[in-house]
DNA sequence: TCCATATTTCAACGAATATGGAAGTATGGC
DNA sequence: GCCATACTTCCATATTCGTTGAAATATGGA
């Protein structure tokens, strides 16, 4: 992944709103919610929410696809484990010590 | 981890610079770096740099401490780790199938 | 076709952010 | 004490960001 886009995906991710939605979608799953309901769940203007959605859509971290009158997102989660990855990236400098923390909190962290 | 914290921590890292340092702090280890040091590998004004290095720690992803006249600035692995599992949290809604693929990514990751 | 619903786009404003010059603080060596 | 080094803080400026009202677009139903 290029440092750009972990930036722009950062980025995207690093507004109190826009984390929301993110996290909103990623307990949705691949099902997603049409834009209105967002908006109403976090009680956002469809204006200002259409932003939101546009940013983290650009920054490849959500699909969107329309359904009728809605248009539905949902979270891109290849787009969120690369980033993760990312982060991740070179943690140790080949010493297993110094990211164990990092590797068993991971662990902890798989939800399933 | 609050919510606040975690938009604070994703701003932090949402910038090329501080991205690069934080970067470059996790492959230095525990050791760390001297700001000076950091500035003249990354190519960036000593002030410059002083107030991205503030605003990392501020946001807990590095510790300052001082060595002589230098200050050396390390990167702190349990931020990261917490953000981390914060961002993974709730990620399938009970559902293994939806977040395998997170899982395996980060698994894959593991740098140890 | 006409209307209501769902969402986006545009333009503009105030707020927050990034940077850089200049001055300030802390440490170590003479 | 004095000076050089290593950083930081202060302040001003330019840019970027977030939000909102108003207008535009797209879809589905009567």
Redesign the pocket.
């Known amino acids: 992944m290029e440092s750009n886009l972990a930036v722009q995906r950062l ?1 995207a991710l ?5 984390l929301a939605v993110f996290r909103c979608l990623i307990r949705c799953g691949p099902a997603g ?8 769940l976090l009680d ?12 983290l ?1 650009q920054a490849g971290l959500l699909t ?1 696809r ?8 949902a979270a891109n989660q290849d787009a969120m484990s690369d980033l993760i990855v990312y982060l991740l990236e070179d943690c140790c400098a080949g010493r297993p010590d110094i990211c164990a923390p990092i590797a068993d909190a991971v662990a902890r962290a798989a939800c399933c």
């Open positions: 980025s690093a507004q109190p709103n826009r919610l049409p834009a209105g309901d967002i908006a109403r956002v203007a469809p204006n200002t929410l259409s932003a939101q959605l546009t940013l859509a969107r329309r359904d009728g009158r809605s248009i539905v997102y």
